[in-house]
């Protein structure tokens, strides 16, 4: 039997940067399942996250954090999981097969491990320290690029429509940010036209709409 929000649970809160790749998946994930939440916007920018009311939250002083009644979860992938074993319908971030859930999982920690850490605003402000303003530039372009060309080969044995097989899965969550974020690094999307075309179609998603950056109610306009 699916489980279903019911009248007078308490509301998920998710704390969040507009532009943050992280929060971007969580979100998404909620507006996939259909769950209610209340979006609380912390500045990265501002240092909103590195203040004691916040570390109070999440000690590690990252986004995203999601409450759910009294449970506070942080890291995104395992917000992901535990949306998908708490809310399992009405849409399945996961395959039924173990073996095809494996490589799900395989896909998205390619990206969340293997790409997004190197170029996050972290790691760049420390490049820049080290090398200036062009060095942090072509540093989060290398690491994409990089990235990209081995997840377009991994895409060869398992992608249909989407990262794997036909339907929305975790592993697709992880793509859009990724490829979001290779824009504005500059790269370019020709060499990897798997990944390209399945981005193009969760575009399409109109579920997936409300939970883009510019959405946001944090958003700052270019």
């Not at 999981?81 to 173990?98: A, H, N, T």
């Not at 760049?124 to 540093?139: D, F, H, P, S």
């Not at 044995?157 to 592993?171: H, I, R």
Request: aromatic share 8%.
């Amino acid at each position: 039997m699916q489980r279903i929000r019911q009248e007078g649970d308490p509301i998920l809160i998710l704390y969040g940067y507009w532009r943050s790749g992280c929060t971007w998946r969580v979100r998404m994930a909620l507006e996939l399942k259909g769950l209610p939440y209340e979006y609380r916007p912390i500045n990265l920018l501002k240092g909103e996250d590195c203040t004691p009311e916040y570390k109070a939250i999440n000690p590690a002083g990252l986004v995203p954090t999601l409450l759910d009644g009294k449970h506070t979860l942080s890291e995104s992938l395992a917000i992901l999981e535990y949306l998908e074993e708490k809310y399992p319908g009405p849409v399945s971030l996961l395959p039924r097969r173990f073996e095809d859930r494996a490589e799900v999982r395989r896909l998205a920690l390619h990206i969340v491990s293997g790409i997004q850490p190197l170029q996050n605003l972290n790691m760049l402000e420390k490049i820049e320290a080290l090398g200036g303003t062009q060095a942090r530039g072509q540093w989060g372009k290398t690491v994409v690029a990089d990235g990209f060309a081995a997840l377009e080969t991994m895409l060869k044995q398992t992608a249909g429509k989407y990262s794997f097989g036909d339907e929305v899965t975790l592993a697709d969550l992880c793509l859009v940010p990724q490829v979001y974020s290779a824009g504005r690094f500059g790269v370019s999307m020709e060499p990897y036209p798997i990944i390209n075309a399945i981005h193009s179609r969760l575009a399409e998603l109109e579920v997936l709409k409300p939970a883009h950056p510019d959405a946001m109610p944090d958003a700052v306009k270019q």
